[in-house]
């Protein structure tokens, strides 16, 4: 089970990208974990699959940014250790 943190920077507060980047999990299947916003405007997303390729897939679209609305300037992506998830969620 490869599981990643991913934190990003840009505008991605108040323009959909959570309920995106959820929307992108259940789509690309077999990911789970988490995505939130953080106070100083960064999204922060909890990732992890059994299928490295599915991963990559995910990691490398929300480099690109949901829509129009979004501007994904920066995604710091980093190996993580947090507890199994059994469904992607956007967390409070």
Do not use: C, H
């Not at 505008?11 to 916003?37: H, M, P």
């Not at 990732?47 to 940014?65: H, N």
């Amino acid at each position: 089970m490869q599981k990643v943190r991913l934190l990003v920077s840009g505008k991605v507060q108040g323009v959909g990208f959570r309920y995106s980047t959820y929307a992108l999990a259940l789509e690309i299947g077999d990911i789970y974990g988490r995505v939130w916003n953080n106070d100083n405007g960064t999204v922060e997303i909890l990732a992890q699959s059994d299928k490295p390729a599915k991963l990559a897939k995910f990691i490398q679209e929300v480099r690109k940014g949901p829509s129009k609305w979004s501007n994904v300037t920066y995604v710091d992506v980093t190996m993580a250790n947090f507890s199994n998830y059994s469904d992607f969620r956007i967390a409070n």
